[in-house]
């Protein structure tokens, strides 16, 4: 019992997933809901169903957050999806949250450049400086720091 309960929940995550995941596809334009399932297998690497994929399309454009324009594509017409304005509105902010939360797990390999202040993820280059271990985003930015911190003593004496 536990078990179903559990692979459930897995489950409606695996959708919700894959429903933001549609939501990134139509917010880099219009498109296919055929298109909208290719895209997701190729860059998720998993099979998408279309009976999750149209009915969620058409609750977005119930709510007004996206609008179908008819092509015909040789000889089917086809429907072509867009965000609203307000549907865009919606994914700004829903991006910007999800961005904070994938902060959090980022941001302890985070190193913060010692001599430009920008942030590294992974890969920092390291340098022992006066005995003490520091990290910076490149070499070049590590002798820089080197040169300024030889110039602030030379001021100093
Ligand atoms: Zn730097």
Do not use: W
Not at 16 to 45: A, C, M, W
């Amino acid at each position: 019992m536990r078990k179903e309960t559990q692979s459930q929940n897995i489950d409606e995550l695996i959708s919700d997933f894959s429903r933001f995941y549609i939501l990134t596809i139509l917010y880099e334009g219009p498109v296919h809901g055929y298109s909208i399932i290719n895209q997701f297998k190729k860059r998720v690497k998993k099979e998408i169903s279309p009976s999750l994929v149209y009915p969620f399309l058409q609750q977005l454009e119930e709510k007004g957050l996206v609008i179908h324009t008819q092509k015909p594509v040789g000889e089917k017409e086809r429907k072509i999806f867009e965000l609203t304005e307000q549907g865009r509105e919606l994914c700004t902010g829903l991006f910007k949250r999800f961005a904070e939360l994938v902060a959090i797990a980022i941001e302890p390999s985070m190193y913060v450049c010692a001599h430009c202040g920008c942030k590294v993820y992974e890969g920092a280059y390291r340098e022992v400086i006066e005995g003490n271990e520091m990290a910076f985003c490149c070499m070049h930015c590590a002798r820089s720091y080197k040169e300024s911190k030889k110039l602030a003593k030379q001021v100093k004496q």
